[in-house]
């Protein structure tokens, strides 16, 4: 029986080796699948340096579309805070100046009224609008313009964790901003498009700058 305790050890060791690198594997996987990972290498390096991504335009109907993200370091409930702090927005998103959260409407949905002023090709542009808001506890919410200023304003936000880079460097999460536009015919063409290329980074980084007053 003795000649055959080599073997039974070498099975042991090699099962026991087949299953460390499966778990090992598993988190590896794990590890590079997260929200960051699954962008492109260019956007994952701009936002590891602190910047703003965007991207989109104005397809032929005339829907501006944009898809913007930023790194925040906070957690989900630090940044859920901020962006959900309706009727304080006006106090550090750029143009805007009113941010009221009405009753809530036949559904249950938040109601959102809302007010911006920019200047637009030199002239001071004044627009309101209402949306209703669906909210997914720390995780996204989403809007839909109900009445007012666009012909279609839909969009969300989103909120998810990643991987502290390096180790122990504190929670990150990456934020998510969508939005899908369409103005009346009283505007321009490409006047939408080009505001919202210019605002939504700065609404971005104004965001990311109040979560981090906050947190200080």
């Known amino acids: 029986m003795k000649k055959f305790i080599p073997v039974l050890g070498i099975c042991s060791s090699l099962l026991a080796l087949s299953s460390l690198l499966f778990l090992q594997g598993a988190s590896a996987q794990k590890l590079f699948d997260g929200p960051i ?3 492109s290498a260019e956007e994952r390096v701009a936002l590891r340096k602190g910047n703003v991504s965007i991207d989109g335009g104005e397809d032929k109907g005339g829907v501006v579309k944009y898809t913007a993200r930023v790194l925040v ?16 927005l006006k106090k550090f998103i750029p143009n805007l100046v009113e941010s009221t959260l009405l009753t809530p409407d036949a559904q249950g949905h938040k109601r ?26 720390e995780e996204k919410f989403q809007f839909e313009r109900t009445e007012g200023f666009f012909e279609q304003f839909t969009g969300g936000w989103t909120l998810q964790p990643v991987e502290a880079i390096p180790p122990g460097s504190g929670p990150k999460i ?7 536009a369409k103005a009346d015919n009283n505007i321009p063409k490409g006047i939408l498009r080009e505001t919202f290329k210019e605002d939504i980074p700065n609404t971005m980084e104004s965001i990311r700058q109040e979560i981090s007053r906050r947190r200080s």
Do not use: C, G, H
């Open 112 to 137: 959102l009224r809302q007010t911006f002023q920019r200047q637009v090709l030199f002239v001071p542009v004044r627009f309101s609008f209402t949306v209703a808001v669906t909210e997914q506890a």
């Open 73 to 88: 370091n906070a957690s989900q409930q630090e940044a859920w805070a901020v962006l959900t702090d309706y009727n304080n």
């Open 37 to 39: 990972d699954r962008l």
């Open 174 to 180: 990456l934020l998510t901003y969508q939005v899908a």
